[in-house]
């Protein structure tokens, strides 16, 4: 099973941008689907974007469609999910997530996804 650690949150502006990075450990990692989703506070877990385990399949939640994109290197047993013109509603602690799958299986339920990291914090002020 790999383990995840995500990095790279922060506090930005409205408007500014940030890469979330997600490190995965396990010499498998190329067999994983990974996700991001995201838990504001008094609000359940949501998903925000997957990327199969090739890279060519993805998906977006609807609120951050043409504002982010996932990305992986599995080289670097790394995804990435790039986010621009921020809002203050993006403001959560984002997780990334993994779970073994065949390549175009994505899932957008956090019950589907076996691994976890801890998350990291996203704050966008207005």
């Known amino acids: 099973q790999v383990q995840v650690v995500e990095s790279g949150g922060g506090l930005v502006q409205a408007g500014g941008s940030l890469r979330l990075s997600c490190a995965a450990s396990?010499?498998?990692?190329?067999?994983?689907?990974m996700a991001w989703f995201r838990q504001a506070p008094g609000e359940e877990r949501e998903f925000v974007a997957a990327?199969?385990?090739?890279?060519?399949?993805?998906y977006y939640a609807d609120s951050v469609k043409g504002r982010s994109t996932i990305s992986r290197d599995n080289t670097k047993n790394t995804v990435y999910l790039q986010m621009n013109s921020l809002k203050p509603e993006d403001t959560a602690v984002y997780y990334c997530?993994?779970?073994?799958?065949?390549?175009?299986?994505?899932?957008?339920?956090?019950?589907?996804?076996?691994?976890w990291g801890q998350g990291t914090q996203v704050t966008v002020s207005s």
């Open positions: 990327i199969s385990w090739s890279g060519g399949d993805t």
């Open positions: 396990g010499r498998t990692f190329s067999r994983y689907a």
């Open positions: 997530a993994a779970n073994i799958a065949r390549d175009h299986e994505l899932g957008f339920l956090p019950s589907w996804y076996n691994s």
